[in-house]
C-alpha cells in the first residue's frame, strides 16, 4: 500500500532524529521525570524503527510487532521503577534536579 | 704420607650408612622443629636440640668405633645434572672426618647443655638453639664432605649461622656490628675460596676430591688452586690478615663464641686444608705459605692478647694464635700434629670460653679488671679454668701440651728453624698472658662491685666445666708416647710417628714454666712495681691498638669504598631517583588533569558514553570501509 | 490521490512527533511536557497504523497514553512544582551534547541511507493479532514468560522502593 509512495530510509530517519530529541532531553535536562519523559520519547523512536523494519523487510512474519510489544513492557517497567526511584530521591532530599547529585565527584 | 686419604673404600654397610645420616639429619630435624615450635616452647626448646645433639654424639662414637675396626664409607647421589656438569652429594667417613665428628658433636652437646644456665631467660631462646641445631649441623657437613661444591654449600651455611649467632642480639649496635664484620670478612677469604674452587674445577673438570687427589697436577698450578682455597680458611679460622672479625665476634652470646672457637667456625678452616691436604702436597710451595701465615699469626695474635683486658677477647687472641699454631703444624708438615693441635684445642678453648662464661653470668662484665679474687667464691669454675689454661699454656701432661709440642717438633725435624723459634716464642707468650689472665680474675683481692654477691654457677653450668675440664686434662694422651700415638696412628692410618724429642719438649716445658713464672712475678705478686711497663711504651701502644689493623683496613678499605660510595649514591639520588620521581610527577599531575572529567554528574558520564559510541561507530565505518 | 495520501499523512505525522518531542525537551512546564508527550506518543501510534501494525498502535494508545503518561503526570504532580523557571541542568554541557547528538544523527541517517535494504514485496499477514499471538505462544514463549516475570519483579520493586520506610503497611 504504502510501500511506493514512502521510502524504508523516510521512516529510519524520521526515527533518527526523534531519538537525537530524546537523546539531547536526557543530556540536558535537569528535572529527574523530565529526563523520563525523554527516555520514553527514545525508547519509541526505536520503535518506531522495528516496527517499520518489519513492515517493509519482513512483512508476513510480524516479529518486528513482537520486539515492539516486548519493548513497551520493558518501558512500563522501567517508568514504574524509575518514578519509584525519583520519588524515594525526593522524599529524601526534597528535590529531583539531577545537577544537585554529584556524590560520585572526586 | 697420608694415608688415610688415600682412595676411599666406597663400600657401605647399610646401618653405617643410617648411622651417618642421622648424625647429621638430627640436628637438622630439630632446626627445623624449632623454627616452627621455637617460639612457643621457650625455654623446652634446649630439650629438643640437647637431645638431637646429645644422640647424633652418640652415634659419632658409634661411627669412630666402626672407623677403628678399619671400616670406610661413602654415601654419595647425583645432586642435580646440567649438562656435563654432574655434582654428588655425599657424606664421606674416613678417619679424620670421624674424629671431627666427635669434637663437633661433643662440644656443641656441652655448649648448649651450658646454654640452658646461660641463656636462661632469653626471649628467643628457641631460635636460639635453633640456630645452634643448624651451625652444628653445617659444621657437620663440612666435615663430612666429599667434594668441594659441597664443601662450599657447607661453608657458607656455617658463615650464615655464624652471622645469625653473633648478632643475636642485635639490638645491641655493637653485636650487630660484629656480626657484619664476620660476615663480610669472612667473605674476602671466601672470595678466593671460590675463584680456587672454579680454577680447580676448569684444571680437573670435576671437584669430586677423591677424583682430585688421583690426579698428578702440575705443582705451581696445584699450589695456586691450594693457595687460593687456603684463602677461604684464613677467612674462617680467623689467620692474618683475615683474623679481624673474631675478637669482635666475642659480642655474640658466650656459648655461641665457645662453639665457634672451639668446633664449629674456625675449625672449618683448618679442617678445610687438612682435607685438602693431597692438594697442598702437589704444589709444596703452598705449604711454605701455610706455615708463614701460620706462624705469623700466631705470634701477631698471642703478642696483641699480652694487653687486651676484655676476658674474651684475651681468649680470643689466644684461640686465633692457636689456629696459627695448627696452620703452622699443616705447613710444615705435621699433619697429623695439627690435627691433634684441633683435636685438644676444642676442648681447653670450650672450657676456657664457657669458664669465662661463668665468670661473666656471675660478675656481669667481660672487664678483667672487674674481677679478682673470684678463686674461693667460685672453686669449679675457677678450677676448671686453670685445667684449661695450663694446657693452653702448654705445661705437661695437659692436653695442649701433648700436641703443641708435636707441632713444635714437625717444625724442628722439617727444618723451619726461624718458624720453630717464633713458635717457641709464641709458646712463652701464650703461657705468661694466659697465666695474667687467671691470676687478675682469680687471685689477688676482689675489685669492681659485684664481687660480694658472686656465686657459683648452677650444676647445668658447671657439669660441661668439669666434663671438658677432664677432657682438657687427658684428651692429650690419646695422641702422647704413652699410648704409642694412637691419635695420629688412628689419623694418618700409619705407624710412622715422630718419635719425641727431648730438646724440643725441654724447650717448651720450660718456655712454658718460665711464662707462667714471669705472669706470677707481674700479677701474682707485688714483687714488680707496676710501672714496668710504660703505657707510653710505642711496643705496648702497638700491641694495645692491635698492630692497627682496623685502623688500615678503614684508612685502606672502608674509606675508599665509602668515598666511591658517596660518588654513586649522588648518582642515584640525582639521575635514578630523578627518573623515578619525574616519572610520577608524570603520572600525579596527568591524574589531577584526568580527575577534573570525574565531576558526579550522571549527565556528564552520559554524554562521555555518547562520545564514545560516535568514536566506536566512525572506527567501525573505517574497519568496514564504508567510507 | 490514493498514491498521494501516504505521504500526506506521513508528513503530517512527522511534524506532529517532531514538534511535540522538541517541546517536551525545552519546555519549561512539566505538566505541558507531559501532555506533548501524550502528543507524540499518539503521533508514532498513528505511524504504526500507516505501517499495518494494528495490534502495536492499539497496545500503543493503551499502554502509552493510556498508562505511561497517567504515572508520569503523577510522578510529576508528586515532585515538583508545574511550573519550573529554570529546566536547563546546570551541568554545562549544552553545546557538546548538541554537537555529539547532531553528528549522531548524521551518522545513522548516512547509514539508512547507504544500506541498500532487501524490501519484500509480500502483503503483510491479514489477521496480525492472532498471528502475535500464536507467536507469542510458540516461539517466543521463552521471552514472554521472562517479561512477565520482570513486570512483576518491576512491580514489586517499585512498591518495595517506593515505600516510605519503617511504616508499617
Known sequence: MSLESIPLSYYLILSAILFGIGLAGVLLRKNAVTILLSVEIMLNAANLNLVAFSRYITPAAASGQIFALFVMAIAAAEVAVGLALVLTIYRNVKSVNLDEFNLFKW | MVDALAPFVTTVTPWIGHVMSLILLLPVASFLILVVFGKKMGERSSYVAISAVAASFLLSIIAVLFVMGGGRAELSFTWLSVGDFHPTFGLLLDPLSAMMLIVVTLVSMLVQIFSVGYMHGDKRIGWFFACLSMFTASMLLVVYSPNFAETYIAWEGVGVFSYLLIGFWFEKRSASQAAKKAFMVTRVGDLGFAIGLILLYVVAGTLDMNKIFGMDLQAPLAALIAILIFCGAVGKSAQFPLHVWLPDAMEGPTPVSALIHAATMVAAGVYLVARSYPLFEMGPVSLEVVAIIGTITAFIAASIALTATDIKRVLAYSTVSQLGYMMMGLGVGAFAAGMFHLFTHAFFKALLFLGAGSVIHAVHSQEIHDMGGLGPRMKITSLTFIIGGLALAGVPPFSGFWSKDEILLGAYTSGHTAIFWVGILTALLTAFYTFRLIFIVFFGKPRGHHVDHVHESPPVMSVPLIILGTLALVAGMVGSPYLGHFFQVFITNSHEVEHANMFVMGLSIAVAITGIFAAWLKYGTRLLPSGVISKDNPIYKLLVNKYYFDELYYYVLIKPTHAIAKYVLSFDQKIIDGAVNGVAWVSTKVGSGLRQIQTGYVQNYALYMLAGLIVLIIWSFKILGVY | ?169
Open chain 3, 1 to 169: 490521490m490514493s498514491n498521494l495520501a501516504p505521504q500526506v499523512i506521513f508528513i503530517g505525522l512527522g511534524v506532529i512527533a517532531v514538534v511535540s518531542a522538541l517541546l517536551v525537551v525545552v519546555g519549561r512546564n512539566l505538566f505541558h511536557a507531559a501532555m506533548f508527550l501524550g502528543a507524540y506518543m499518539l503521533s508514532i501510534a498513528g505511524f504504526y497504523f500507516l505501517l499495518d501494525a494494528d495490534l502495536v498502535g492499539i497496545m500503543q494508545v493503551f499502554v502509552y497514553v493510556g498508562g505511561v503518561i497517567v504515572m508520569l503526570l503523577f510522578g510529576v504532580m508528586l515532585t515538583a512544582q508545574m511550573t519550573n523557571v529554570r529546566m536547563v541542568s546546570a551541568v554545562k554541557q549544552r553545546g557538546g551534547t548538541v554537537l555529539s547528538v547532531i553528528v549522531l544523527v548524521a551518522l545513522l541517517a548516512s547509514i539508512f541511507k547507504k544500506t541498500a535494504f532487501v524490501i519484500s514485496q509480500a502483503t503483510p499477514a491479514q489477521n496480525a493479532i492472532s498471528l502475535v499471538g500464536k507467536l507469542f505462544m510458540t516461539d517466543y514463549v521463552l521471552p514472554f514468560e521472562v517479561v512477565s516475570v520482570l513486570l512483576l519483579a518491576a512491580l514489586i520493586g517499585a512498591i518495595v522502593v517506593a515505600r516510605e520506610e519503617g511504616r508499617p503497611q
